[in-house]
């Protein structure tokens, strides 16, 4: 069964901090790089950081400095620690495999709004 259970998001004050959860199938986390994306109203959905099955992490420059992705690899798990948030960071936030795997399947994702 294929499955992506984000949760986390909220409602935070700018300069504050959030922390997401992914829950994942195995069939989608195993041995997969994973990443967070995230997708602002009427905008494209983008990557904002990724982490191979061996805990090598890469971020967009957007949010590096700010927010911190982490695996366990036990549970299928994949967290985002978000820090010193901004107003920009608003977006629902995804998690999947990096690059995407089949069937493409997609989460519902977890609303991370921010006030200025």
């Known amino acids: 069964q294929v499955q992506l259970v984000e949760s986390g998001g909220g409602l935070v004050q700018a300069g504050g901090s959030l922390r997401l959860s992914c829950a994942a199938s195995?069939?989608?986390?195993?041995?997969?790089?994973m990443g967070w994306y995230r997708q602002a109203p009427g905008k494209q959905r983008e990557l904002v950081a990724r982490?191979?099955?061996?805990?090598?992490?890469n971020y967009a420059d957007s949010v590096k400095g700010r927010f911190a992705i982490s695996r366990d690899n036990a549970k299928n798990t994949v967290l985002l620690q978000m820090n010193s948030l901004k107003y920009e960071d608003t977006a629902v936030y995804y998690c999947?495999?990096?690059?995407?795997?089949?069937?493409?399947?997609w989460g519902k994702g977890t609303l991370v709004t921010v006030s200025s």
């Open positions: 999947n495999a990096f690059p995407v795997v089949p069937p493409y399947y």
């Open positions: 195995r069939s989608i986390f195993s041995g997969n790089a």
């Open positions: 982490i191979t099955s061996g805990g090598i992490t």
